[in-house]
T-cell receptor
Framework: DQQVKQNSPSLSVQEGRISILNCDYT??????FLWYKKYPAEGPTFLIS?????DKNEDGRFTVFLNKSAKHLSLHIVPSQPGDSAVYFC?????????????FGKGTKLTVNP | DADVTQTPRNRITKTGKRIMLECSQT?????MYWYRQDPGLGLRLIYY???????NKGEISDGYSVSRQAQAKFSLSLESAIPNQTALYFC??????????????FGPGTRLLVL
C-alpha cells in the first residue's frame, strides 16, 4: 500500500509561471514532510520541509503548503526557471508513530520550458 | 569534496555474482541508509543503520545484506545478483537522533546492471 502518492508522473510549465506539484498521503501519523529535487545522474537533494504544526513554509521561490485534513501537500515554485527542471520527490515521516524513516513518493518530473 | 560518496558509480555484473557497493560520508552523521530507485517506483528503502551497532531491514531487504564498518562507512552487498536488482542505488545519511525530524543527504548514486 502506497503511503505517499504523487499522482502526476510529469508536469510541463512555461518559464516564469507557477509550478504546482502535489502529494497525498494516507498515514495520519506522518508529522514531517519534505521535498527533494533530483537531477539526472545525481542523488536527490533536500529542497524544503514542513512540520505538521504548520500549514505553510516558504524559502525563496519555493513554498510548501500542508492541508492535514485532506492529507495533502503541495510545492509551489514561483517563478519557475528552466533550471528547476528535475524530478521532485515528496517524502514523509512519523516520529510519534515510531516510524522515523522517510517514505517517498514515486516522483514528478517537472519540465520548465524557456 | 562531496560529503557522501559512493563507489563504484557504475557497475555491470552477471547473474549469480557477488557485488558490493560502498558508501562513505564525511558529515559525521550517525544514521545511514541504502535505497534503490526504479523507474516509476520512486525510492525504496533497503537497509538502514542508526549507529555502528544498529542495522535494520527496510521494505525490500531480501537479496541484500549490509555492513556498517564504521560511523562513516556503510556497504551494501548483493550475495548473488539477479537481473531484477538492476537499478540505481543511493546511500543517504542523517544526523538527528530518535524523536527528531530528520533530513537525509544523498550520495550521487550507483547505477547497477545485472546481466
Amino acid at each position: 500500500d502506497q503511503q505517499v502518492k504523487q499522482n502526476s508522473p510529469s508536469l510541463s510549465v512555461q518559464e516564469g509561471r507557477i509550478s504546482i506539484l502535489n502529494c497525498d498521503y494516507t498515514n495520519s501519523m506522518f508529522d514531517y514532510f519534505l521535498w527533494y529535487k533530483k537531477y539526472p545522474a545525481e542523488g536527490p537533494t533536500f529542497l524544503i520541509s514542513i512540520s505538521s504544526i504548520k500549514d505553510k513554509n516558504e524559502d525563496g521561490r519555493f513554498t510548501v503548503f500542508l492541508n492535514k485534513s485532506a492529507k495533502h501537500l503541495s510545492l509551489h515554485i514561483v517563478p519557475s526557471q528552466p533550471g528547476d527542471s528535475a524530478v521532485y520527490f515528496c517524502a514523509a515521516s512519523a516520529i510519534q508513530g515510531g516510524s522515523e524513516k522517510l517514505v517517498f513518493g514515486k516522483g514528478t518530473k517537472l519540465t520548465v520550458n524557456p | 569534496d562531496a560529503d557522501v560518496t559512493q563507489t563504484p558509480r557504475n557497475r555491470i555484473t552477471k547473474t549469480g555474482k557477488r557485488i558490493m557497493l560502498e558508501c562513505s560520508q564525511t558529515k559525521g552523521h550517525d544514521r545511514m541508509y541504502w535505497y534503490r530507485q526504479d523507474p516509476g517506483l520512486g525510492l525504496r528503502l533497503i537497509y538502514y543503520s542508526f549507529d555502528v551497532k544498529d542495522i535494520n531491514k527496510g521494505e525490500i531487504s531480501d537479496g541484500y545484506s549490509v555492513s556498517r564498518q564504521a560511523q562513516a562507512k556503510f556497504s551494501l552487498s548483493l550475495e548473488s545478483a539477479i537481473p531484477n536488482q538492476t537499478a540505481l542505488y543511493f546511500c543517504a545519511t542523517s544526523d538527528l537522533g530518535r524523536g527528531y525530524q530528520e533530513t537525509q543527504y544523498f550520495g550521487p548514486g550507483t547505477r547497477l546492471l545485472v546481466l
